[in-house]
């Protein structure tokens, strides 16, 4: 939270949001909407549809029959100088070009994709025909997140496993045999039977900084991009997954159903 609030402090610049449909995306961007929002700020959105409606922003909603894609709204909303804009997502080549522009003449431009992991949305960029210094001039910061089932903390309990069944998660082994303590839902009326109860978001955010930005300009690996972004202090998603179940909030299953077996 602190990081991504220093983050969308900036005057400009582009922040993603990525991760598959249903993972709480337009969710986050609407809670950093909310911490932005202020009577100094003209901030537009351009949504397909308009989710939720938000006291003092102008939200349009795309109406491709009408004419109105996310490019032609973003080429009007930029005539009235807004200081943020949020795209409901970079479709194509022309949207995110457009969004580009906007970021680079002074407005924080909020978006998403649909990729994998954070470094993964640089890459998707340029496949989608996005010069790369361009990218790296532009984007700020990613943020990849899942939503997981939530172990209903009025009804859960203990159990152990070994360190070695948390190695894939990025467990850091130190006796294989060694009991850890996880905790797991007991069914009740108050959960369904199920055991959870809510949802809980597990994330990973990427900060773009001089190095990764040189890799994207040079076409970089997206394994060289990774290792940078964890250099600069990037949690993936595993390990925060992994967090999460330590704390007692989900389970390994749930962690690997949202995180390994996401389908795109």
Not at 218 to 236: F, S, T, V, W
Not at 245 to 250: E, I, P
Request: aromatic fraction near 4%; charge should be negative; glycine fraction near 8%.
């Amino acid at each position: 939270q602190a990081a991504i609030e220093e983050l969308i402090s900036q005057p400009n610049g582009m922040f993603l949001c990525t991760g598959p449909t249903g993972s709480g995306k337009t969710t986050t961007q609407y809670s950093v909407l909310h911490i932005l929002n202020s009577v100094e700020r003209n901030i537009i959105t351009i949504e397909d549809p308009v989710e939720y409606q938000l006291n003092g922003i102008s939200q349009v909603q795309v109406n491709k029959k009408a004419g109105l894609t996310f490019g032609t709204a973003l080429r009007a909303f930029l005539r009235q100088d807004p200081d943020i804009i949020m795209v409901g997502e970079m479709r194509d080549l022309e949207t995110a070009e457009i969004a580009i522009e906007a970021s680079l003449t002074g407005h924080l431009v909020l978006s998403t994709l649909h990729t994998n992991d954070a470094p993964s949305a640089t890459l998707r960029m340029v496949d989608m025909g996005v010069e790369p210094y361009l990218i790296s001039a532009t984007v700020i910061g990613v943020l990849a997140q899942r939503l997981g089932r939530r172990i209903d903390q009025d009804n859960k309990e203990p159990y152990e496993v070994k360190q070695l069944d948390l190695r894939r998660f990025g467990f850091q082994v130190t006796d294989p045999e060694a009991p850890v303590t996880l905790y797991k839902g007991i069914p009740a009326e108050s959960n369904r039977q199920t055991g959870f109860r809510g949802r809980s978001g597990i994330h990973e955010l990427m900060l773009m900084n001089a190095e990764i930005a040189e890799l994207v300009v040079r076409r970089a690996p997206l394994n060289d991009i990774k290792e940078a972004a964890k250099a600069n202090g990037m949690k993936e998603l595993r390990e925060d997954g992994l967090e999460k179940v330590l704390a007692g909030v989900t389970t390994p299953d749930e962690v690997m159903r949202v995180v390994f077996t996401a389908g795109f």
